[in-house]
């Protein structure tokens, strides 16, 4: 998503936004496996806006992708991460009690950035409805640029605390 959004906005501002709604169009049937659309001539105010909210929605995409990965390094890998010592772990002085209760504090955040990500899915889904002429909501728009400046507000207070 968000290498194509990159291009596609680049298209929209020079004009050539016709391949890119073609990729989109692809990957929305292809892909998702959903229905085809009638082919149209979008307006290149619909793929400049389509464009920007998609680059938005994959920069917020990849902080859910980033705690799928550290569940998958700290919870379910987590034995074989960190060698120990396990005094002061959660769950320790054990191997296989620090490795159990990282999977288990870890599952619940895994889950919710689970549905953060379909949730990002579903926007991104009546977003693209846009490129075929469709009408999309008033609240689409406010809502992703409300969920990007939460989702940067979010990763700034992360990397504060680290």
């Known amino acids: 998503m968000l290498p ?3 291009v596609s906005l680049f298209a929209a501002v020079i ?3 016709r391949w890119t709604v073609a990729s989109w169009r692809w990957l929305r049937t ?6 085809a659309v009638p082919e149209g ?4 105010r619909a793929v400049a ?3 920007m909210g998609s680059l ?4 917020m995409a990849v902080v859910p992708l980033g705690v799928e990965v550290l569940w998958l390094l700290r919870a379910v890998l987590y034995g074989f991460v960190d060698s120990g010592p396990y005094d002061h772990s959660w769950g320790g002085p054990t191997r296989g009690g620090a490795w159990v209760a990282h999977f288990l504090i870890g599952t619940p955040e895994a889950l919710a950035g689970l549905a953060a990500l379909a949730g990002i899915a579903a926007l991104h889904q009546r977003l693209t409805a846009a490129l075929d002429g469709a009408r999309t909501p008033r609240w689409l728009m406010p809502t992703v640029v409300v969920a990007g400046l939460a989702t940067a507000l979010l990763f ?3 990397t504060r605390q680290l």
Not at 41 to 44: A, E, F, L, Q, V
Not at 56 to 59: F, S, T
């Open 15 to 17: 004009g050539r936004q």
């Open 156 to 158: 700034v207070a992360w």
């Open 30 to 35: 292809r892909l998702l496996d959903l229905p």
């Open 56 to 59: 938005l929605l994959g920069v």
């Open 49 to 51: 806006g389509h464009a």
């Open 4 to 6: 194509l959004s990159l």
């Open 41 to 44: 001539r979008p307006r290149t």
